[in-house]
């Protein structure tokens, strides 16, 4: 997300500078990117990262859970209840 063009929240996103890159993993907290700027090096850096998440979702689902927390129900989910 361009920063300079788009709304977002500044309390949440600590930037000081640009580019800031931050990798998110769904689920989890935002990790701030420090490695080098090469597009090599950032692709390298979220696949391993990705690999990492498959491999803890295929772990977790080998120890007989389906990879996602029971009960965590989305947003649209729990808006609806509320209605």
């Known amino acids: 997300m361009d920063a300079t063009a788009n709304e977002w929240d500044r309390t949440k996103w600590e ?3 640009y ?3 931050f990798y998110k993993p769904a689920g989890k907290s935002a990790e701030k990117y420090e490695g080098p700027r090469e597009v090599s090096d950032m692709l ?3 696949k ?3 690999k990492t998440i498959k491999a803890n979702a295929k772990k977790a689902k080998a120890a007989g859970g389906k990879g996602k927390k ?3 129900k989305s ?3 729990r808006a609806a209840e509320e209605e």
């Open 15 to 17: 930037v000081a500078g």
């Open 19 to 21: 580019p800031t890159i």
């Open 44 to 46: 390298a850096h979220i």
């Open 48 to 50: 391993k990262k990705g």
């Open 70 to 72: 029971k009960g965590k």
């Open 75 to 77: 947003k649209k989910a």
